[in-house]
């Protein structure tokens, strides 16, 4: 009999670990190889449906019917490796990623550097998940991000929801769309070459040390062309912003200032109530040596 505990055991044994050094992934280690492996943490998942499935009228879904959510476990097998922008000629596969060289996307790159390519087609779209376990020693509220979309082809027409939209889950099964993120034709165009994405995430719920959080990069499967534009994921940084141990203690210290001045505004109404309460449920997420 399977316990839970060994579930989750087994989990965090394949996840990737944020550190408060950060996390770092190249695809480097892939090399030639078609084993997804090497890269731990990374899977591939996909969705059925058509290339009509997600249009810009209908933007990406993170949750419901024909969304993120419901996308199913594809192929940990590599399709390539794929060294050369001839061998790319007409390739596209729903379920499965390729090991594509980054040099294809930007001559200056190494010969061993490798991204992790998509080009869906017949289903409604592919994505690159990333589980990662929070080994930061306390709660992770938000992060900064950074990774390249590597532009391997130029399709016969540009393609709507270019590039990879990129979605967070903390319980593995609610997904949310970072939004300020979502790529369009001018910073993703249908051209040769690299961009550079960045920015900072914040979540809706942290996510508590030694819990996974969930990433899926998202490329739909565009009706403009077929193949759609090959793109790739490379280099991606993820940097852990955590909150001053000291927040907890000064929002407190608000509230019974609140408290000892009779400010009546609504939003001070729970520490008016019951002060001690009031702030044990804003620091429950905090480690102990924080709280209230």
Known sequence: MITAGALIAAVNAQAASLTNSGYTETFDELGTGTSLAPASGWAVEYLSGSNTTWTNSTGIPGNGTNSV????????????????????????????????????????????????????????????QLTITNNTG????????????????????????????????????????????NPTLTNVPNTVGVTNVSGVVNLYNSVANGSNLELRWVDDDASQSSPDQMIGLNNVDITPVPLPASLP?????????????????EKWRPWRASPANACRRFARSWPSAHRC
Do not use: H
Not at 69 to 93: D, R, V
Not at 249 to 265: H, P, Q, R, W
């Open 69 to 128: 959510a419901s996308m199913i476990a594809g192929s940990s097998t590599l399709l390539g490796p794929e060294t050369t922008a001839a061998s790319l000629s007409g390739l596209k596969n729903t379920s499965s990623a390729y090991n594509v060289s980054a040099s294809i996307a930007n001559s200056s790159a190494s010969s061993t550097d490798v991204a992790l390519a998509t080009s869906p087609t017949v289903d409604a779209g592919i994505a690159l």
């Open 138 to 181: 306390s709660a992770l509220s938000n992060f900064g991000i950074s990774y390249d979309i590597d532009r391997f082809t130029v399709a016969s027409a540009a393609n709507e929801l270019p590039g990879y939209q990129l979605f967070y889950s903390t319980d593995g099964s609610t997904w949310t769309n970072v939004g300020a993120l």
């Open 249 to 265: 203690l000064l929002v407190c210290a608000l509230g019974a200032v609140a408290l000892l001045s009779g400010v009546k505004s």
